[in-house]
């Protein structure tokens, strides 16, 4: 069996002494496993780094087999995704939320959207706001997508600016007025009524609400504790957002 | 199947050497073999080593380098700066460092880097007691000299978000052209790394 593609490393683990096993999240093949020969050799190591974005050969007897990786590096960007804490957290965040997914379960979309992300990790505006939407995105491929369209309670589409917990829909300001100390904050830059950009407290609002789902869909049922990645993405990303606009 | 040509104290040596790093099975024979022909110019005397280093060695409580006495050589050497402190992942990069001889300072062996994929966490590393150290004051300044890579850099920003609010000087090395490397051969993130830290000649 033999296929070729493109993805992006999200890690890579030692096999041996010589030997790596690389996971690429691949545009067409899903989130895939495979050994690459060679892969703690000098010249590799850089290029099997979180980030790069390689292209793959891959071959095995049967479909099931873990398989062999060729790989050849397309673009390296994990150099410079070490210059910022806030890349450097970001992508390691990304990683650990793709590993969410079933193995080898094509989701070409989320591929693209780590694309758009990694050229914006520099940018503490774009690169949180993107994050948030991601993991939106994520929730909804794993089936615990929200609905922030129309209000849960009256259909409104305008003034949402709560979520229901126990929902995942959006539900509008006077609807939600009575329940508001156990609603969720829907920020601005979220609403679909509305055409704004994140601010420091708008980002938070949107770590909380995707922090929320996450952990009850998908963290809880699988007695996950996630990692540090998320959580130091967003203060780092929260200081170089307010150093911005200090400036 | 296959006949046995050697004795069981021979065939144990054979498979006790394939495990060492850089010996598969065929190089352990061809080890074994060597070692057995200089039964005592060699066999004995390395075996009187390995017992005595298993007999001795001793993990380091104050930086985790492996010697003969805890606290070690270097972290009891008075005429190393123990104000300056160089952050390591293993024991290997530490004697890498002292084969350079670039500065006499002392060292903290971390144990490894943060490793969602291997499940290496921060108490699974010695982070806590380097926080420890930097709080008696004697250090002034660490030099985080962990590898470039994302798990690297990962472990290098978490030590310095545990060290925020202390009067230290926290610095990494430099990241840039390798001596004999040719720029056609560098990736992007390399390059830019080393244009940014460029310095006048």
Known sequence: MEWQDEGIVLGMRRHGETSAIAEVMTLAHGRHLG?????????????????NRVSLTWRARLSEHLGEFRVEPVSQRAGLLMQSAAALHGMRAMAALLRLLPERDPHRHLCDAVEVIIAHLDDPTSAGELFVRFELALLNELGFGLDLARCAANGSAVDLVYVSPKSGRAVSKTAGAPYADRMLALPDFLRTDLNETADPSGLEAGFRLTGFFLDRHVYEPRGITPDNARESFIIATLKALEKQQMA | MVKRVTGPEIEKLIQLLAKVPGLGPRSARRAALHLIKKRD?????????????????KICSTCGNVDTADPCTICTDPTRDQSLVIVVEDVGDLWALERAAALNAAYHVLGGTLSPLDGVGPDDLTIAALVDRVKTGEVKELIIAVNATIEGQATAHYITDQLEGMDIKVTRLAHGVPVGGELDYLDEGTLVAALRSRTSL
């Open chain 1, 35 to 51: 050994l690459v020969r060679g892969g703690r050799s000098r010249t590799m190591r850089p290029v099997l780094q979180p980030g």
């Open chain 2, 41 to 57: 110019q060699l066999m004995g005397p390395l075996s009187g080593a390995m017992q005595d280093a298993y007999d001795k060695v």
